[in-house]
């Protein structure tokens, strides 16, 4: 739609090119795609806003601006109801090879992204919640117990969040860009101190950064998980340099580095799914190093690796302060002995 300006087909031809141009496509197996059923999309969204969508291909321009204005930040196109399909149906394939072993693990390089999209809402280009209906699959079709979304997308990605918030089978873990509520999508929900309901209290981990303009690779995760069956990202590299989304200044190759960290988990069974990332330039370098982690290339030497700010250092402790009640490993956090 030319009135989107960001999420673009392009996003996908530069990725891809760059991953055949440096010899990493050759390197991978090549899963065909599928389009998810209604079975798949119903596992997260309502059956009243998959019957709204599925009129999409017929509506007029006039209708789909109608259509488009009751959700938030999102375009609609005659065409989006079946890339949305794609999109999903991809990312399904690559949970099913990675579960049954065929390959370790994967990137499934697809669009419209997913991880604002809610039961009953589009939103911030988002239609189908890829990730977040992948956990429901693989808890459902092989009964997995502990899945962890790990959510690197500069914007929270509350979708993901509100279909799990009662859940501790899956956890989800996403750090954001939020400026005290000022950035998008502008929610109370992705401060650190929203931590779930319910059973799922403590299973919704939400890192914000407050002060943002300056952040350069400082950010570190490090996390104690010892039981689990799948990771998933919703990988998003709007927070790579000269992203007009994330304002940011991450190098890419900092996304070799996360992706390394993961893959020691679940038995390395890892599955990316793209989500923004709006420079073409350092996109495509972002998901080559992505992909080159997956492959297990050493990872680069980091670059420009500069202390946390006190911002950061601040969301941090609050975040730790928030769960410590929850996770046992926090519970001592902060306290030395002599």
């Known amino acids: 739609n030319p009135a989107c300006k960001i ?51 017929y509506m007029t321009l006039e209708e789909l601006k109608e259509f488009t204005l009751q959700y938030g930040d999102v375009y609609f196109h005659p065409n989006i109801y079946h890339c949305a399909k794609l999109a999903l149906g991809a990312t399904l394939q690559l949970v099913d090879n990675v579960m049954t072993g065929k390959v370790r693990n994967g990137l499934a390089l697809v669009r419209p992204p997913g991880h604002h999209s809610m039961r ?20 459902q079709k092989y009964g997995v117990k502990r899945v962890l979304i790990v959510d690197w997308d500069i914007h929270h990605g509350q979708g993901v969040q509100y279909s799990f918030e009662d859940d501790p089978s899956v ?20 401060d650190f101190d929203v931590v779930g309901k319910e059973k799922g209290a403590g299973s919704t981990i939400n890192v ?21 069956d799948l990771v998933l990202v919703c990988a998003g590299f709007d927070s790579a340099i000269g992203d007009p989304e994330g304002e940011m200044c991450a190098t890419p190759d900092i996304f070799a580095h996360l992706t390394h960290l993961l893959m020691n988990l679940a038995g390395g069974k890892l599955c990316a799914v793209l989500e923004g990332g709006y420079n073409l330039k350092s996109l495509a370098q972002s998901v080559c190093q992505t992909v080159h982690s997956l492959l297990g290339d050493p990872a680069p030497r ?15 402790q609050c975040v730790r302060s928030a769960h410590r009640k929850y996770w046992s490993c926090l519970k001592h956090a902060g306290i030395t002995s002599t």
């Open 208 to 228: 914000p950064w407050n002060k943002v303009k300056n952040h350069r690779n400082a950010v570190h995760i490090h996390t104690n998980i010892h039981i689990l």
């Open 7 to 57: 999420e673009v087909p392009e996003r996908l031809v530069v990725s891809y090119g760059a991953l055949v141009e440096n010899g990493l496509a050759d390197r991978c197996v090549s899963i065909p795609v599928r389009e998810a059923t209604d079975a798949d999309i119903l596992l997260v969204h309502s059956e009243e806003y998959l019957e709204a969508v599925k009129k999409t291909p």
């Open 171 to 190: 956890l989800y873990f996403s750090w954001h860009r939020y400026e005290h509520q000022k950035f998008w999508p502008n929610l109370r929900e992705s």
């Open 302 to 316: 980091p670059a420009n690796l500069e202390g946390p700010c006190n911002s950061a250092l601040e969301s941090l």
């Open 120 to 139: 009953s809402a589009a939103s911030g280009f988002c239609i189908f919640n890829n990730v977040a209906i992948a956990a429901q699959y693989v808890k």
